[in-house]
C-alpha cells in the first residue's frame, strides 16, 4: 500500500512538471535591477529608471555615443539666442499610441515634471524660466540665467505624450498614478505589466524611429531585487541573460568561469570616501591629506578586481571621473605614500591618538567593509584609532544632515546626472547645497564656489575645461574627499548574449545606465 | 459559552489588540531615522521639494494629528501612496498578501502534513534506526535557517537537477486573470489545469525551505509529547487490552499529543508571514515580507503601518483557529473556559 501511495505521489509531481512546462517563446531580454522600478519618468531618479526611462521614452537629446557631451536625439538641432535655447524636433516621430510628437508635448512634459517636484525636477529647478513651443517641431527654452549645462541636463527630460497624460489625469493629479502603471512615451518599447517591486515586462514597439539591432529583444523581462545565488543559479539554466551591478566581485567571478562574459560601463561614477570637513581632527588639510597619502589604493585596486580581466574600478587622478570637462589625463594617479602622510600628519594640529575616526559603510553594501577595514589598518600605523560602524542607508541619510555630528568617513560612490561635470561637482562641493549624502564633506570654499558658479554660465568648450581643471586641482590639494576609485560597473551577460554598448567602447555612452538600450542587445532565439 | 460567542468575543479583543499596534508600530515608524521625503526625493531635491513633500505627508504635524489624520484615512480603507512603490498602499498590500498567504498556506499544510506524522513515526520508534535517523533529520530542519534550506534547494532541485523553476509564481508564458490573488485558486476558476499546475510546480520549493524549520519543530514536539503519552495510564490500558500498535498509537497517544503540537504550530505558521523575507528574496517570490523590508529600509511610514497591520492580523487570525481547534480537541479546556 505504501509503495503505491509513494507510486501515485511520485506520477503526481512528474504531471506537475511536465504540465507546468513553458511553451516556446519569442527572443527575450532577461535582465535584473534593484527594487523598486518607477516608470513614470517625472519620478525616476536611479538606475533602474534612468533604464526604464530610455526604453519607454525619447529626450530632445543623448549623451554622445563614444564620445562625451550630448547628441541629438529628438531634436535635430538647436541655437543658443542668449539665455534661449532653440530646438528643431524631428518631423516622423510618433508616440506608441499613434499621436505625433509635438513641441506641445515638450512643453508638457516640462510642466508636468516640474509640477510634480520629484525625480529629475530638481536639475531644472530655478534653471528655466519658461518654455514654449512656436510651431509644432519648434520649441524654446527660456531660462531665468544663462546656464551651461543645459543641453546635457536635458537627457534627464523624458518627453510624453500629452494627450494621452491628459486623458488619463484624475483631480488634476497629472495622471501621477496612472503613469506610475502605464507608459505614454515614443520609445522603442511599451509596458506589458509592471509590477515595481517584482518585474515589468516590455514589448518591442515596431514603429519606433531608430533601428534596432539584429536579434533584438522583442520582450523585455526587467526583475527587481534578485539574490546573487539566485541570479547565478538562472544563468546556469540559461534563464537570465544580463545581470545587475550590484553582486559581490565572486560571483561575477564564477559566472564568468561558467561562461558569461563580463562588461563594464564607466558612467561617469566616482567611489569617494568623504571626509567630514566640519569635524575635528578632519576640519584640518594637513589630517586631512595624511589620511589621503596614507591610503592604499594599491590594495584598494586589488578589492575590485573581479579576475585578471576584469575590474570595477580604475585608480582617479582627481574628483572627476574620464571623459568629463575637467578631466585631465596627464596627471598622475594617487598612490600611497606614508613619508608625506607622516609628514602632513605633523603639520595637523589635532593629536591621532586623542581623535578618533569614525568609519561609516552602508549596511546594504557589505563588501565596501574591505574598504573600511583596510582603512583601519592603514590609520592604525598613523596612531588614529578607527572605529567601523555598519550603518543602515536610512540611518546614515539622517545622520549626514547634521555635519557637526556626522561620521568622519563614509565611502559611497556617486555618479553624475547628466554628462556635464556640473551635475556631479555642484551637488558635492558648492556651500550652497543642503547637507545630503552627496555633499557630506561640507567643504566650503569661496574660491571653488565661484569656479563652479562660473562653471554654469561659460558656454565656451575650452574655457569650461579650465575651469573644472582648475576646481580639480583645488580639490586634489584640499582633499574633501579621498577619491578611492572610478567604478566600472561589471555586467555578467550570458553566452550567446550581446551587449553591444558596452562590448564596443564607439558605442558605449558616457552615463551611467544610458547603455542599456534594449534595442542594442543581441538575444538567441529562446528555446 | 458557544463557540461563536467565544469567537466574537476573541475577534472584539483582536480588535483592541490591532489598534494598540497600530498606534505603537506608528510612532516606531517616525522614530526610525531618516527623514522619509528625503529618502523618496533623493539627495538632489531642493530643500523646498523636501519641505513640499513633508507637508504632503502631514510630516510637519504633531504626531497625535498624524495618527488621527492616518486613522481616518485608514477607516475610509485609504492608507494613502507608498513612497516606495508610488501606488496606492492598498493596493501593494492587496498585491502581495495573497502571493505571501498562498506560500506560508502551503508551508503550513506541510508542517502539519509532514511534521505531525514524522513525530508519530519517531515516537512510534523509539530508540530504533527510524527514530533515530528522524531526530537527525528534524534536528537539522529546526537548527539551519530557512534561508539556508532556500539556497540549498535551489542548488540541488533547480540549478543541478533542472526539475524545479527558480522564480516566480507562474512560467512566464502563461497569464491568469487575477480574481483572489491566490494563483491556485485563479487557475482553477480560469479552467486552467496547465498553469495550476505551473503555480504549484512554482510553490514546492519556497513552501518547502519555509516549512522545513516548522517540520521539524511539530516532528520533535510530537515525538516527545507521543512519548510522554505513551507512559500513561491510558495507554497502557490499552496495550494491556491488547488493541493493535497502530490503533494504540494513532488513538490514544497521538490525539492527546496533538494539542501542544497544534499551538506551537499556530504560532509559527503565524510567524512565517512575517519571516518569508529571505526565501521571498531568493525565490523573487512577489510577497509581502519583501515589500515590508523594503518599506522599513525606505522609511515608507504608511507603508509600514500598513503591512505591520496585516501581519499582526495575520497572526491573530491564526491564534483564534488554534485556540478553537485545541478546544474542540479538548472538551476539558473547552469546558473550563466556561466555568464547569
Not at chain 2, 81 to 103: F, G, H, K, Q, W
Not at chain 2, 185 to 206: E, K, N
Amino acid at each position: 500500500m505504501p509503495t503505491k501511495k509513494y507510486m501515485i505521489m511520485g506520477t503526481a509531481l512528474l504531471a506537475t512538471a511536465a504540465l507546468a512546462a513553458p511553451a516556446a517563446a519569442d527572443r527575450i531580454l532577461r535582465i535584473d535591477e534593484v527594487a523598486v522600478g518607477e516608470i513614470d519618468p517625472a519620478k525616476a531618479t536611479d538606475y533602474a529608471d534612468t533604464i526604464l526611462a530610455i526604453n519607454l521614452y525619447d529626450t530632445l537629446v543623448y549623451p554622445n555615443q563614444g564620445g562625451s557631451g550630448v547628441q541629438p536625439h529628438l531634436a535635430t538641432e538647436w541655437a543658443i539666442d542668449g539665455s534661449a535655447y532653440i530646438f528643431t524636433l524631428r518631423d516622423d516621430v510618433t508616440f506608441n499610441s499613434g499621436n505625433p510628437l509635438t513641441a506641445a508635448d515638450v512643453v508638457y512634459s516640462f510642466e508636468r515634471m516640474m509640477a510634480l517636484g520629484q525625480g529629475n525636477s530638481s536639475l531644472f529647478d530655478g534653471v528655466v524660466d519658461s518654455v514654449e513651443a512656436t510651431g509644432d517641431n519648434t520649441v524654446v527654452f527660456n531660462l531665468s540665467s544663462p546656464f551651461a549645462p543645459f543641453l546635457a541636463t536635458l537627457v534627464r527630460m523624458p518627453i510624453v505624450d500629452m494627450a494621452t497624460v491628459q486623458a488619463n489625469e484624475v483631480d488634476g493629479d497629472w495622471a501621477s498614478s496612472w503613469m506610475s502603471q502605464n507608459s505614454a512615451g515614443s520609445g522603442p518599447y511599451v509596458i506589458v505589466s509592471h509590477d515595481p517591486q517584482t518585474e515589468t515586462v516590455l514589448a518591442y514597439e515596431p514603429d519606433y524611429f531608430l533601428e534596432p539591432v539584429d536579434g533584438y529583444p522583442e520582450t523585455v523581462r526587467m526583475s527587481y531585487g534578485l539574490e546573487p545565488a539566485t541570479v547565478r543559479a538562472l544563468m546556469g539554466r540559461g534563464e537570465h541573460d544580463i545581470s545587475s551591478q550590484w553582486m559581490p566581485p565572486e560571483v561575477y567571478a564564477g559566472l564568468a568561469e561558467d561562461g558569461a562574459t563580463l562588461v563594464t560601463e564607466a558612467g561617469l561614477t566616482g567611489e569617494y570616501f568623504k571626509l567630514n570637513t566640519q569635524r575635528p581632527p578632519l576640519d584640518d588639510v594637513h589630517c586631512r591629506r595624511a589620511l589621503a597619502y596614507a591610503f592604499d589604493y594599491a590594495t584598494m585596486a586589488q578589492l575590485t578586481q573581479i579576475n585578471d580581466d576584469t575590474s570595477t574600478g580604475v585608480p582617479m587622478s582627481g574628483a572627476i571621473p574620464m571623459g568629463m570637462v575637467g578631466f585631465d589625463p596627464d596627471l598622475p594617479v594617487f598612490a600611497q605614500d606614508m613619508a608625506l602622510a607622516q609628514a602632513e600628519l605633523e603639520q595637523c594640529a589635532y593629536d591621532p591618538a586623542e581623535n578618533p575616526l569614525d568609519v561609516v559603510f552602508i549596511a546594504e553594501t557589505p563588501a565596501r567593509e574591505r574598504g573600511a577595514l583596510m582603512m583601519q589598518a592603514i590609520y592604525s600605523q598613523l596612531g588614529f584609532d578607527v572605529e567601523i560602524t555598519r550603518t543602515p542607508w536610512a540611518l546614515l541619510t539622517e545622520q549626514v544632515t547634521a555635519p557637526p555630528t556626522a561620521p568622519h568617513v563614509v565611502e559611497i560612490a556617486i555618479g553624475a546626472a547628466s554628462p556635464d561635470t556640473d551635475s556631479l561637482l555642484y551637488a558635492m562641493y558648492h556651500s550652497s547645497q543642503p547637507p545630503t549624502w552627496i555633499s557630506s564633506s561640507y567643504y566650503a570654499n569661496p574660491e571653488l564656489d565661484a569656479l563652479l558658479d562660473q562653471g554654469r554660465v561659460e558656454t565656451d568648450p575650452s574655457a569650461r575645461q579650465e575651469i573644472y581643471a582648475k576646481a580639480n586641482a583645488i580639490l586634489a590639494e584640499a582633499v574633501p574627499d579621498i577619491f578611492a576609485y572610478e567604478l566600472q560597473s561589471p555586467f555578467a551577460v550570458r553566452e550567446g548574449v550581446t551587449y553591444h554598448n558596452l562590448a564596443d567602447p564607439s558605442r558605449t555612452y558616457p552615463t551611467a545606465g544610458f547603455n542599456m538600450r534594449f534595442a542594442d542587445v543581441s538575444v538567441p532565439e529562446s528555446e | 459559552m458557544t463557540i461563536l460567542r467565544r469567537l466574537l468575543w476573541r475577534l472584539g479583543a483582536s480588535l483592541i489588540v490591532l489598534a494598540g499596534v497600530s498606534m505603537l508600530i506608528f510612532l516606531i515608524a517616525r522614530i526610525i531615522p531618516g527623514d522619509p521625503a528625503r529618502i523618496a526625493l533623493g539627495p538632489r531635491a531642493t530643500e523646498d521639494q523636501v519641505a513640499q513633500m513633508r507637508e504632503a505627508l502631514n510630516l510637519d504635524e504633531p504626531i497625535v494629528v498624524q495618527y488621527a489624520l492616518f486613522m481616518g484615512d485608514l477607516v475610509r480603507g485609504d492608507l494613502g501612496i507608498s513612497l516606495y512603490s508610488n501606488r496606492p498602499v492598498m493596493t501593494d498590500l492587496a498585491e502581495y498578501l495573497p502571493a505571501s498567504l498562498e506560500l506560508v498556506l502551503l508551508s503550513g499544510l506541510m508542517m502539519v502534513a509532514l511534521g505531525l506524522p514524522l513525530g508519530a513515526i519517531s515516537a512510534r520508534y523509539r530508540g530504533r534506526w527510524p527514530d533515530n535517523l528522524l531526530r537527525v533529520i528534524t534536528l537539522l530542519a529546526v537548527s539551519a535557517p530557512a534561508f539556508v534550506w532556500a539556497i540549498g534547494l535551489v542548488l540541488v532541485f533547480a540549478y543541478i537537477l533542472p526539475l524545479f523553476p527558480i522564480t516566480g509564481r507562474l512560467s512566464d508564458t502563461m497569464e491568469i486573470p487575477r480574481l483572489t490573488g491566490f494563483l491556485l485558486v485563479d487557475t482553477l476558476a480560469a479552467g486552467r489545469l496547465d498553469a495550476f499546475a505551473s503555480a504549484l510546480h512554482h510553490l514546492i520549493l519556497p513552501a518547502f525551505a519555509l516549512a522545513l524549520s516548522g517540520i521539524g519543530q511539530a516532528a520533535r514536539l510530537t515525538r516527545s509529547n507521543m512519548i510522554a503519552t505513551y507512559d500513561t495510564p491510558a495507554v497502557e490500558m490499552a496495550q494491556a487490552y491488547g488493541f493493535p500498535e497502530g490503533r494504540v498509537a494513532r488513538r490514544y497517544a497521538f490525539k492527546p499529543s496533538l494539542i501542544p503540537s497544534l499551538t506551537i504550530i499556530g504560532l509559527d505558521f503565524a510567524a512565517l508571514l512575517g519571516n518569508a523575507f529571505l526565501v521571498e528574496l531568493i525565490f523573487a517570490w512577489p510577497g509581502l515580507s519583501r515589500y515590508g523590508v523594503g518599506v522599513i529600509l525606505q522609511k515608507d511610514l504608511n507603508a509600514i503601518v500598513g503591512t505591520v497591520l496585516i501581519i499582526s492580523a495575520t497572526f491573530l487570525i491564526a491564534n483564534i483557529i488554534v485556540d478553537i481547534l485545541v478546544s474542540v480537541l479538548n472538551p476539558r479546556i473547552r469546558l473550563s473556559e466556561d466555568g464547569l
